[in-house]
């Protein structure tokens, strides 16, 4: 049986950590703009789409 790289893991976790807190370094350095894939923004319509119409008053 191969023994577990830890060293590999930890490396692996630290990445993750490093890139999470960019990501939020950058969402906090910018607020008003949407960082792309944020769930709580609506996404643009996609090419090809029916262009949505605006109620007349």
Not at 25 to 43: E, H, I, R
Not at 44 to 53: L, M, N, R, V
Request: proline residues 16%; aromatic residues 4%; charged residues 35%.
């Amino acid at each position: 049986m191969a023994k577990p790289n830890y060293g590999f893991e930890k490396r692996q976790r630290e990445l993750a950590k490093k890139r999470k807190k960019e990501e939020k370094a950058l969402k906090k350095a910018s607020p008003g703009d949407p960082v792309q894939g944020d769930p709580g923004q609506p996404m643009p319509p996609a090419e090809g789409a029916a262009p949505q119409q605006q109620p007349q008053d």
